[in-house]
């Protein structure tokens, strides 16, 4: 995958222009990995396309209703997705452990 660089001597300037890197992908990267439904023998649920993330949830959704958890579990899902590194999770590793 590729990396994030900044132009040279940009650094320091600007951070809204310029995210940290660690969370930012080119576009083309960005734009090509989905957030996907799994569904394996011991795992059902999201994960990316491009790589072996899947989210797990850290506890029940809350809210004072469904509508409100709701909302609360697909914005933790999609934060979660938006952030991960596919770097971070190698296809294969995850996913073998998921099929077992």
């Known amino acids: 995958m590729e990396s994030f660089r900044r132009p040279q001597g940009d650094e320091g300037k600007n951070d809204r222009k310029h995210p940290h890197p660690q969370f930012c992908l080119p576009p083309i990267v ?43 579990f697909e914005r933790q899902r999609d934060d979660e997705f938006t952030s991960h590194i596919c770097a971070e999770y190698p296809k294969g590793q995850e996913r073998k452990k998921l099929n077992h």
């Open 30 to 72: 960005a734009a090509k990995r989905k957030l996907i439904w799994i569904e394996k023998s011991r795992f059902r649920g999201f994960g990316c396309s491009d790589c072996a993330w899947v989210f797990k949830p850290s506890g029940a959704p809350k809210g004072d209703s469904f509508d409100e958890m709701m909302q609360n």
